[in-house]
Protein backbone atom coordinates (compact mmCIF):
# COMPACT_ATOMS: atom_id res chain seq x y z
CA UNK A 1 0.00 0.00 0.00
CA UNK A 2 3.03 2.25 0.76
CA UNK A 3 4.20 1.33 -2.40
CA UNK A 4 1.28 2.32 -4.32
CA UNK A 5 0.72 5.68 -2.51
CA UNK A 6 3.84 6.73 -3.20
CA UNK A 7 3.66 5.65 -6.98
CA UNK A 8 0.36 7.30 -7.16
CA UNK A 9 2.06 10.62 -5.81
CA UNK A 10 4.92 10.37 -7.96
CA UNK A 11 2.88 10.01 -10.82
CA UNK A 12 0.44 13.15 -10.09
CA UNK A 13 3.72 15.70 -9.92
CA UNK A 14 5.01 14.31 -13.35
CA UNK A 15 4.93 16.66 -16.00
CA UNK A 16 2.28 16.51 -18.69
CA UNK A 17 4.58 15.04 -21.80
CA UNK A 18 5.06 18.24 -23.30
CA UNK A 19 6.25 19.83 -20.67
CA UNK A 20 9.06 17.33 -20.13
CA UNK A 21 11.83 19.44 -20.82
CA UNK A 22 14.21 16.48 -21.43
CA UNK A 23 12.38 14.77 -24.08
CA UNK A 24 11.02 18.51 -25.53
CA UNK A 25 15.27 19.26 -25.67
CA UNK A 26 16.08 15.83 -26.95
CA UNK A 27 13.58 16.61 -30.16
CA UNK A 28 15.96 19.76 -30.68
CA UNK A 29 18.95 18.08 -30.53
CA UNK A 30 17.70 15.53 -33.42
CA UNK A 31 16.70 18.32 -35.66
CA UNK A 32 20.18 20.04 -35.23
CA UNK A 33 22.08 16.68 -35.68
CA UNK A 34 19.96 15.51 -38.77
CA UNK A 35 20.15 19.32 -40.70
CA UNK A 36 24.33 19.02 -39.71
CA UNK A 37 24.04 15.17 -41.30
CA UNK A 38 25.24 13.38 -38.39
CA UNK A 39 24.39 9.51 -37.67
CA UNK A 40 22.08 8.31 -35.02
CA UNK A 41 24.96 6.81 -33.14
CA UNK A 42 25.76 11.24 -32.64
CA UNK A 43 22.20 11.64 -31.55
CA UNK A 44 22.59 8.71 -28.75
CA UNK A 45 25.63 10.26 -27.51
CA UNK A 46 24.46 13.61 -27.29
CA UNK A 47 20.61 13.42 -26.04
CA UNK A 48 21.64 12.31 -22.58
CA UNK A 49 24.18 13.01 -20.15
CA UNK A 50 27.28 11.00 -20.31
CA UNK A 51 27.21 11.32 -16.71
CA UNK A 52 24.56 11.09 -13.87
CA UNK A 53 25.38 11.01 -10.01
CA UNK A 54 22.31 10.40 -7.52
CA UNK A 55 23.07 11.57 -3.75
CA UNK A 56 21.93 10.64 -0.75
CA UNK A 57 22.79 14.07 1.36
CA UNK A 58 21.99 13.29 5.29
CA UNK A 59 22.18 16.40 6.84
CA UNK A 60 21.90 17.59 10.81
CA UNK A 61 19.10 20.23 11.08
CA UNK A 62 18.62 22.77 13.73
CA UNK A 63 16.25 21.12 15.52
CA UNK A 64 18.74 17.57 16.13
CA UNK A 65 16.83 15.46 13.92
CA UNK A 66 18.68 14.17 10.46
CA UNK A 67 16.91 15.28 7.04
CA UNK A 68 18.36 13.15 3.85
CA UNK A 69 17.99 15.58 0.82
CA UNK A 70 18.46 13.67 -2.76
CA UNK A 71 20.90 15.34 -5.04
CA UNK A 72 21.94 14.93 -8.57
CA UNK A 73 25.00 15.99 -10.47
CA UNK A 74 24.81 15.26 -14.30
CA UNK A 75 27.69 16.03 -17.18
CA UNK A 76 26.44 16.13 -20.55
CA UNK A 77 29.62 16.30 -22.34
CA UNK A 78 32.92 16.36 -21.93
CA UNK A 79 34.44 16.16 -25.74
CA UNK A 80 35.67 19.96 -25.61
CA UNK A 81 36.69 20.34 -22.31
CA UNK A 82 36.04 20.01 -18.43
CA UNK A 83 31.98 20.54 -17.58
CA UNK A 84 30.41 23.20 -16.33
CA UNK A 85 27.27 24.19 -15.04
CA UNK A 86 25.16 25.49 -11.86
CA UNK A 87 23.66 24.09 -9.26
CA UNK A 88 19.92 24.82 -8.13
CA UNK A 89 18.20 24.40 -4.55
CA UNK A 90 14.81 23.99 -5.44
CA UNK A 91 11.68 21.38 -4.37
CA UNK A 92 10.95 20.82 -7.67
CA UNK A 93 14.25 19.51 -8.57
CA UNK A 94 14.22 16.21 -10.98
CA UNK A 95 16.53 13.88 -12.69
CA UNK A 96 14.99 15.11 -16.24
CA UNK A 97 14.81 18.59 -15.26
CA UNK A 98 18.55 18.31 -13.96
CA UNK A 99 19.76 16.38 -17.46
CA UNK A 100 17.82 18.59 -19.65
CA UNK A 101 19.71 21.63 -18.13
CA UNK A 102 23.39 19.91 -18.82
CA UNK A 103 22.50 19.73 -22.64
CA UNK A 104 21.79 23.10 -22.02
CA UNK A 105 24.21 24.32 -20.69
CA UNK A 106 26.55 22.38 -23.82
CA UNK A 107 24.74 24.37 -26.26
CA UNK A 108 25.71 27.79 -24.20
CA UNK A 109 28.72 26.70 -24.41
CA UNK A 110 28.86 25.94 -28.40
CA UNK A 111 27.45 28.73 -29.30
CA UNK A 112 30.20 31.35 -27.03
CA UNK A 113 33.23 28.89 -27.86
CA UNK A 114 33.80 28.25 -24.09
CA UNK A 115 36.45 25.83 -23.48
CA UNK A 116 33.72 23.35 -22.27
CA UNK A 117 30.66 21.04 -22.21
CA UNK A 118 27.94 21.26 -19.96
CA UNK A 119 26.90 19.97 -16.37
CA UNK A 120 24.30 20.62 -13.83
CA UNK A 121 23.38 19.95 -10.55
CA UNK A 122 20.61 19.69 -8.05
CA UNK A 123 19.16 19.44 -5.04
CA UNK A 124 15.56 19.15 -3.82
CA UNK A 125 14.97 20.97 -1.54
CA UNK A 126 13.60 24.55 -0.04
CA UNK A 127 16.41 26.95 0.94
CA UNK A 128 13.20 29.01 1.69
CA UNK A 129 12.30 27.23 4.89
CA UNK A 130 16.16 26.49 5.76
CA UNK A 131 18.73 28.50 8.31
CA UNK A 132 21.36 29.69 7.05
CA UNK A 133 23.38 26.83 8.85
CA UNK A 134 21.22 24.09 7.36
CA UNK A 135 21.98 25.46 4.28
CA UNK A 136 25.75 25.35 5.09
CA UNK A 137 25.83 21.55 5.85
CA UNK A 138 23.90 20.57 3.14
CA UNK A 139 25.93 22.78 0.47
CA UNK A 140 29.39 21.00 1.94
CA UNK A 141 27.40 17.63 1.97
CA UNK A 142 26.52 17.81 -1.59
CA UNK A 143 30.49 18.71 -2.16
CA UNK A 144 31.29 15.53 0.16
CA UNK A 145 29.37 13.66 -2.06
CA UNK A 146 30.00 14.83 -5.72
CA UNK A 147 33.39 14.99 -4.95
CA UNK A 148 34.88 12.26 -7.17
CA UNK A 149 33.49 14.04 -10.05
CA UNK A 150 34.38 17.64 -10.00
CA UNK A 151 37.26 19.77 -9.89
CA UNK A 152 38.80 22.53 -11.45
CA UNK A 153 39.69 20.55 -14.91
CA UNK A 154 36.92 17.89 -14.45
CA UNK A 155 33.55 20.01 -13.89
CA UNK A 156 33.31 23.25 -12.32
CA UNK A 157 29.79 24.03 -10.40
CA UNK A 158 28.50 27.76 -10.77
CA UNK A 159 25.21 28.93 -8.77
CA UNK A 160 21.76 28.56 -10.38
CA UNK A 161 18.12 29.21 -8.98
CA UNK A 162 18.45 29.61 -5.26
CA UNK A 163 21.80 29.62 -4.84
CA UNK A 164 24.18 32.95 -4.80
CA UNK A 165 27.99 33.36 -3.61
CA UNK A 166 27.69 32.49 0.20
CA UNK A 167 26.79 28.94 -1.47
CA UNK A 168 29.77 29.15 -3.68
CA UNK A 169 31.90 30.05 -1.18
CA UNK A 170 31.16 26.98 1.45
CA UNK A 171 30.96 24.62 -1.41
CA UNK A 172 34.81 26.30 -2.21
CA UNK A 173 35.76 25.79 1.41
CA UNK A 174 34.84 22.51 1.75
CA UNK A 175 36.26 21.08 -2.00
CA UNK A 176 39.44 22.97 -0.78
CA UNK A 177 39.51 21.22 2.50
CA UNK A 178 38.96 17.86 0.49
CA UNK A 179 41.83 18.17 -1.64
CA UNK A 180 44.00 19.59 1.04
CA UNK A 181 45.04 22.92 -1.76
CA UNK A 182 43.13 25.66 -2.30
CA UNK A 183 41.14 25.73 -5.67
CA UNK A 184 39.37 28.22 -6.18
CA UNK A 185 38.78 27.69 -9.77
CA UNK A 186 36.58 24.17 -8.83
CA UNK A 187 33.47 26.66 -8.20
CA UNK A 188 32.32 30.18 -9.96
CA UNK A 189 30.44 32.74 -8.61
CA UNK A 190 32.43 33.39 -5.99
CA UNK A 191 32.60 36.70 -4.01
CA UNK A 192 35.41 38.77 -4.75
CA UNK A 193 37.08 38.47 -1.66
CA UNK A 194 37.66 34.39 -2.50
CA UNK A 195 38.80 34.86 -6.29
CA UNK A 196 34.87 35.88 -7.99
CA UNK A 197 34.97 37.88 -11.00
CA UNK A 198 34.22 41.54 -11.26
CA UNK A 199 30.47 41.59 -13.12
CA UNK A 200 29.93 38.18 -12.66
CA UNK A 201 26.94 38.63 -10.56
CA UNK A 202 25.27 40.97 -12.61
CA UNK A 203 26.38 38.99 -15.80
CA UNK A 204 23.20 36.82 -16.88
CA UNK A 205 21.36 40.02 -16.92
CA UNK A 206 23.21 41.95 -18.78
CA UNK A 207 23.50 39.52 -20.96
CA UNK A 208 20.21 39.59 -21.70
CA UNK A 209 19.64 42.88 -22.07
CA UNK A 210 22.22 42.98 -24.83
CA UNK A 211 20.29 40.26 -26.26
CA UNK A 212 17.20 41.89 -25.97
CA UNK A 213 19.08 45.54 -27.72
CA UNK A 214 20.79 43.57 -30.51
CA UNK A 215 17.03 41.95 -31.30
CA UNK A 216 15.44 45.11 -30.67
CA UNK A 217 17.72 46.73 -33.74
CA UNK A 218 17.33 43.80 -35.83
CA UNK A 219 13.18 44.86 -35.56
CA UNK A 220 14.45 48.86 -36.57
CA UNK A 221 13.38 49.35 -32.45
CA UNK A 222 15.22 51.21 -30.30
CA UNK A 223 15.74 50.68 -26.45
CA UNK A 224 14.14 53.85 -25.46
CA UNK A 225 11.11 52.62 -27.07
CA UNK A 226 10.04 49.12 -25.16
CA UNK A 227 8.13 48.33 -22.48
CA UNK A 228 9.03 45.63 -20.38
CA UNK A 229 7.90 42.63 -18.42
CA UNK A 230 10.14 40.90 -16.58
CA UNK A 231 8.84 37.93 -14.74
CA UNK A 232 10.56 37.11 -11.88
CA UNK A 233 12.74 39.21 -9.57
CA UNK A 234 15.77 36.36 -8.69
CA UNK A 235 19.05 37.52 -9.35
CA UNK A 236 18.67 37.34 -12.93
CA UNK A 237 15.08 39.10 -12.88
CA UNK A 238 16.00 41.57 -10.66
CA UNK A 239 19.11 43.10 -12.48
CA UNK A 240 17.26 42.33 -15.93
CA UNK A 241 14.99 45.13 -14.22
CA UNK A 242 17.82 47.44 -13.30
CA UNK A 243 20.02 47.48 -16.45
CA UNK A 244 17.00 47.76 -18.63
CA UNK A 245 15.56 50.73 -16.66
CA UNK A 246 19.19 52.08 -16.53
CA UNK A 247 19.36 51.32 -20.76
CA UNK A 248 16.35 54.07 -20.95
CA UNK A 249 13.40 51.12 -21.01
CA UNK A 250 10.30 51.22 -19.51
CA UNK A 251 9.74 48.41 -17.11
CA UNK A 252 6.15 48.37 -16.94
CA UNK A 253 5.86 45.04 -14.83
CA UNK A 254 7.75 42.64 -13.03
CA UNK A 255 6.75 39.51 -10.97
CA UNK A 256 7.48 37.42 -8.10
CA UNK A 257 6.20 33.84 -6.91
CA UNK A 258 3.37 35.43 -5.25
CA UNK A 259 2.26 37.55 -8.63
CA UNK A 260 3.11 40.66 -10.38
CA UNK A 261 2.76 44.22 -10.26
CA UNK A 262 1.49 46.20 -13.86
CA UNK A 263 1.81 50.13 -14.26
CA UNK A 264 1.72 51.14 -18.04
CA UNK A 265 3.68 54.76 -16.68
CA UNK A 266 6.70 52.71 -15.68
CA UNK A 267 7.64 51.23 -12.42
CA UNK A 268 10.00 52.80 -9.43
CA UNK A 269 12.54 50.27 -10.21
CA UNK A 270 14.96 51.75 -7.77
CA UNK A 271 12.32 51.75 -5.21
CA UNK A 272 11.49 47.82 -6.11
CA UNK A 273 14.82 46.58 -5.81
CA UNK A 274 15.91 48.44 -2.22
CA UNK A 275 12.16 46.01 -1.02
CA UNK A 276 13.47 42.73 -2.53
CA UNK A 277 14.34 39.81 0.07
CA UNK A 278 17.35 37.72 -0.48
CA UNK A 279 14.86 35.17 -2.37
CA UNK A 280 13.38 37.81 -4.56
CA UNK A 281 10.33 38.77 -3.17
CA UNK A 282 8.94 42.11 -3.14
CA UNK A 283 5.30 41.32 -3.82
CA UNK A 284 4.38 41.05 -0.19
CA UNK A 285 4.85 44.22 0.41
CA UNK A 286 2.70 45.83 -2.61
CA UNK A 287 -0.53 46.12 -3.37
CA UNK A 288 -2.33 45.32 -6.54
CA UNK A 289 -1.04 42.46 -7.12
CA UNK A 290 -2.11 40.26 -9.96
CA UNK A 291 -1.80 36.88 -10.28
CA UNK A 292 1.07 34.96 -12.54
CA UNK A 293 -1.03 34.09 -15.05
CA UNK A 294 -2.71 37.98 -16.04
CA UNK A 295 1.10 38.89 -15.25
CA UNK A 296 2.31 37.44 -18.71
CA UNK A 297 -0.71 39.10 -21.13
CA UNK A 298 -0.44 42.35 -19.74
CA UNK A 299 0.62 45.18 -22.68
CA UNK A 300 4.52 45.23 -23.08
CA UNK A 301 7.07 45.08 -26.19
CA UNK A 302 9.27 42.88 -24.44
CA UNK A 303 8.66 39.61 -22.23
CA UNK A 304 11.57 38.64 -20.28
CA UNK A 305 10.70 35.63 -18.32
CA UNK A 306 13.41 35.38 -15.39
CA UNK A 307 12.01 32.26 -13.38
CA UNK A 308 11.49 28.82 -14.18
CA UNK A 309 10.60 26.60 -16.72
CA UNK A 310 7.27 25.92 -18.83
CA UNK A 311 5.48 29.60 -17.88
CA UNK A 312 4.67 30.28 -21.64
CA UNK A 313 2.37 27.06 -22.66
CA UNK A 314 -0.11 26.58 -25.21
CA UNK A 315 -3.06 28.15 -22.61
CA UNK A 316 -1.46 31.53 -22.98
CA UNK A 317 0.98 32.16 -26.02
CA UNK A 318 -1.97 33.13 -28.39
CA UNK A 319 -2.64 36.19 -25.40
CA UNK A 320 1.05 36.95 -25.09
CA UNK A 321 1.18 40.83 -26.31
CA UNK A 322 4.46 41.05 -26.77
CA UNK A 323 6.34 41.33 -30.06
CA UNK A 324 10.36 39.79 -28.31
CA UNK A 325 10.27 37.35 -25.64
CA UNK A 326 14.15 37.35 -24.42
CA UNK A 327 14.51 33.55 -22.34
CA UNK A 328 16.19 34.95 -19.26
CA UNK A 329 15.28 31.53 -17.12
CA UNK A 330 16.20 28.00 -18.82
CA UNK A 331 13.18 26.31 -20.83
CA UNK A 332 10.49 28.92 -20.14
CA UNK A 333 8.25 28.06 -23.43
CA UNK A 334 7.05 24.95 -24.20
CA UNK A 335 7.28 23.87 -28.13
CA UNK A 336 3.74 23.76 -28.27
CA UNK A 337 4.21 27.99 -27.09
CA UNK A 338 7.09 28.24 -29.31
CA UNK A 339 5.18 27.24 -32.05
CA UNK A 340 2.19 29.58 -31.73
CA UNK A 341 4.70 32.46 -31.15
CA UNK A 342 7.10 31.88 -34.21
CA UNK A 343 3.31 31.73 -35.92
CA UNK A 344 2.40 35.23 -34.67
CA UNK A 345 5.80 35.93 -35.96
CA UNK A 346 7.04 36.98 -32.63
CA UNK A 347 11.20 37.07 -32.09
CA UNK A 348 11.83 34.60 -29.46
CA UNK A 349 15.54 34.85 -28.51
CA UNK A 350 16.62 31.38 -26.67
CA UNK A 351 17.43 30.37 -23.31
CA UNK A 352 20.85 28.99 -24.58
CA UNK A 353 21.98 32.39 -26.13
CA UNK A 354 19.60 34.93 -24.44
CA UNK A 355 21.02 33.91 -20.69
CA UNK A 356 24.60 32.62 -21.52
CA UNK A 357 26.10 35.91 -20.40
CA UNK A 358 26.27 33.95 -16.92
CA UNK A 359 28.38 31.04 -17.59
CA UNK A 360 30.08 33.58 -20.12
CA UNK A 361 31.60 35.15 -17.07
CA UNK A 362 31.90 31.90 -15.60
CA UNK A 363 34.55 31.13 -18.07
CA UNK A 364 36.34 34.64 -17.25
CA UNK A 365 36.70 33.91 -13.59
CA UNK A 366 38.27 30.37 -14.04
CA UNK A 367 40.39 31.70 -16.75
CA UNK A 368 41.30 34.84 -14.09
CA UNK A 369 41.87 32.12 -11.09
CA UNK A 370 43.98 30.29 -12.98
CA UNK A 371 46.27 32.59 -14.15
CA UNK A 372 45.99 34.56 -10.70
CA UNK A 373 45.42 37.18 -12.53
CA UNK A 374 42.12 39.76 -12.47
CA UNK A 375 40.46 41.98 -14.64
CA UNK A 376 38.69 45.46 -14.06
CA UNK A 377 34.79 45.15 -14.34
CA UNK A 378 35.49 47.53 -17.84
CA UNK A 379 37.14 44.01 -19.74
CA UNK A 380 34.67 41.77 -18.16
CA UNK A 381 31.66 43.78 -19.82
CA UNK A 382 33.54 44.52 -22.96
CA UNK A 383 34.84 40.85 -23.18
CA UNK A 384 31.14 39.69 -22.49
CA UNK A 385 29.79 42.24 -25.03
CA UNK A 386 31.78 41.65 -27.68
CA UNK A 387 30.73 37.94 -27.34
CA UNK A 388 27.32 38.39 -27.02
CA UNK A 389 26.62 40.69 -29.94
CA UNK A 390 28.42 38.17 -32.48
CA UNK A 391 26.29 35.24 -30.90
CA UNK A 392 23.25 36.96 -31.22
CA UNK A 393 24.12 38.44 -34.86
CA UNK A 394 25.72 34.46 -36.11
CA UNK A 395 22.39 32.75 -34.47
CA UNK A 396 20.08 35.47 -36.57
CA UNK A 397 22.42 34.84 -39.54
CA UNK A 398 21.94 30.87 -39.07
CA UNK A 399 18.16 30.82 -38.85
CA UNK A 400 18.03 33.03 -41.96
CA UNK A 401 20.49 30.81 -44.12
CA UNK A 402 18.83 26.96 -42.63
CA UNK A 403 15.07 28.79 -42.58
CA UNK A 404 14.64 27.76 -38.95
CA UNK A 405 13.79 29.17 -35.47
CA UNK A 406 16.42 30.98 -33.50
CA UNK A 407 16.36 28.19 -31.36
CA UNK A 408 17.02 25.06 -33.53
CA UNK A 409 19.48 27.65 -35.12
CA UNK A 410 21.20 28.43 -31.60
CA UNK A 411 21.24 24.39 -31.08
CA UNK A 412 22.58 23.89 -34.90
CA UNK A 413 25.30 26.37 -33.83
CA UNK A 414 25.54 24.92 -30.10
CA UNK A 415 26.09 21.40 -30.79
CA UNK A 416 28.26 21.41 -33.84
CA UNK A 417 31.48 21.61 -31.66
CA UNK A 418 30.50 18.70 -29.40
CA UNK A 419 29.83 16.81 -32.56
CA UNK A 420 32.95 17.77 -34.41
CA UNK A 421 35.16 16.43 -30.76
CA UNK A 422 33.45 13.65 -30.98
CA UNK A 423 34.74 12.89 -34.35
CA UNK A 424 38.40 13.72 -33.99
CA UNK A 425 38.21 12.29 -30.84
CA UNK A 426 37.14 8.95 -32.71
CA UNK A 427 34.10 8.21 -30.15
CA UNK A 428 31.68 8.09 -33.07
N1 LIG B 1 23.43 28.58 -13.75
C1 LIG B 1 23.82 29.43 -14.84
C2 LIG B 1 23.24 28.93 -16.14
O1 LIG B 1 22.23 28.26 -16.16
C3 LIG B 1 25.32 29.69 -14.87
C4 LIG B 1 26.19 28.51 -15.01
C5 LIG B 1 27.67 28.83 -14.82
O2 LIG B 1 27.99 29.96 -14.56
O3 LIG B 1 28.46 27.89 -14.95
O4 LIG B 1 23.71 29.25 -17.20
Redesign the pocket.
Given at each position: MANLNKRLIVGANMPAPSENVLTNTQKVIRDALDRLGYESAMYDLLSEPMRVLTVQIPVRMDDGRTQVFTGYRAQHNDATGPT???VRFHPDVTLDEVKA?SI??SI?CGIFNLPYGGAKGGIVCDPRTMSLAEQERLARGYVRAISQIVGPAKD?P???VYTNPQIMSWMYDEYSHIREYDSPGFI??KPLVLGGSRGREQA?ALGVCIAMREAAHHLGKEVADLRILVQGFGNVGSNVARIAHSMGAKVVGISDAGGGVYNESGLDIPALLEMRDSFGMVTTQLSNVMSNEDFLVQPCDVLIPAALENQITSKNANDIKASIVIEAA?GPTTPEADEILQQRGILVVPDVLA??G??TV?YFEWVQNNQGFYWTEDEVNSRLEEKMVASVQQILDTAERYQVSPRLAAYIVGIRPFAEAIRWRGWV
Open positions: KGGLWMKIAPDTGTNNAGVS
